[in-house]
């Protein structure tokens, strides 16, 4: 068992029509790198490149096997400053379930984003599941009376959009991977992203709780990021098609930057909806698995994503 929105995925793996799945693998071939690329692969080479691409400094970049494992050290680092008296966290729903389950499991107390100050906020970038991207102002807002705030960009690669780093809202980190964009699932590479003010103390603390990343790893996120024109490429145009699809057979939501949407439109009771799917072979993902029970999440990952929508579409009208 992993989660049970992995779980739910991985057990209806094989129905016919696929709108589940948020990540590019299978789609994107993955990069191998060279005998020389494996051998020469550093570390601090992997973390300059990222720090390139996020304009920060590299001795800001710490490497994870993972977003998971970066959003799960960050937490822990927030609850290891945060006072006593019960450490709260704030969401709004719905949301990727690891970013407000961990934290729950941590300790802290879930709170909805109109409480007053709290010790961690956490949300997505692109959302995950409703696939927009918030501004400068609804991010600092989100942000505002929160002692750290973690903002995960796995998905912003999907869309031009460049960090939210780049807004130095106080307090706010930074995770990514290459699970999703680059379909890089077996790479097992990850990287977070502390404020200046923390990044002395994050130093101490991922020196005593992370281990060197495996030099294939980081030899294959190096080969990923040097083929990264192509594979954005090539993502782009699927995931934008679909993103038009979308919009045209659903008009009226958000406009999406990220692989994912959130259907509201299916009703109040997303696991009823999404178990209808189902007897017709489609796959979704409920809401209730990202802390709302109404809507469910559709991935626009695919490049058959038309074949599979249309199926969609028709249990959706038979709903209403």
């Known amino acids: 068992m992993r989660f049970p929105l992995a779980d739910w995925i991985e057990q209806h793996a094989d129905c ?6 948020s990540g590019m693998r299978g789609v994107v071939r993955p990069v191998t790198p060279t005998a020389r690329q494996l051998r020469e692969a550093t570390e ?5 490149r990222l720090a390139q691409e996020l304009d920060v400094g590299a001795e800001r970049v710490f490497l994870a096997p993972g977003a998971t494992e970066a959003n799960a050290w960050a937490t822990f680092y927030a609850l ?16 990727y379930p690891p970013l407000y389950e961990g934290p729950r499991a941590a300790g802290f107390r879930l709170v909805t984003p109109a409480a007053d100050r709290v010790d961690l906020a956490v949300v997505s970038q692109p959302r995950n599941p409703e696939g927009d991207l918030w501004d400068r102002a609804r991010l600092a807002a989100f942000a505002d009376r929160s002692t750290a705030t973690i903002v995960d960009e796995t998905f912003r690669q999907f869309s031009p959009a460049l960090s939210t780093l780049r807004w130095r809202i106080p307090g706010m980190w930074a995770t990514g991977s290459f699970t999703k964009v680059y379909g890089g699932d077996d790479l097992r590479v990850g990287f977070v992203v502390p404020p200046e003010e923390e990044q002395g103390g994050f130093a101490r603390f991922h020196g005593l709780f992370a281990d060197e990343m495996p030099r294939a790893s980081v030899a294959g996120a190096l080969a990923t990021l040097a083929a990264r024109t192509a594979i954005l490429r090539r993502v ?7 993103q038009a699809i979308w919009r045209r057979a659903t008009p009226g939501g958000p406009r999406l930057a990220g692989p994912v949407a959130f259907d509201v439109a299916v009703g109040p009771d ?30 626009l990952t695919r490049p058959s994503f038309p074949r599979d929508l249309a199926p969609y579409l028709e249990v959706r009208a038979s709903a209403g």
Do not use: H, I, M
Request: overall charge positive; charged content about 30%.
């Open 270 to 299: 997303g696991d009823r909806f999404a178990r209808r799917c189902l007897r017709r072979s489609v796959l979704v993902c409920p809401g209730s698995y990202f802390g709302a029970r109404a809507g469910v999440r559709v991935c």
């Open 16 to 21: 016919r029509y696929q709108l589940a799945t």
């Open 44 to 48: 601090e080479e992997l973390r300059r």
């Open 80 to 95: 290891l400053r945060a006072p006593g008296g019960g450490p709260r966290c704030r969401v709004q729903y719905p949301e």
């Open 236 to 242: 782009r145009s699927v995931v934008g098609r679909n």
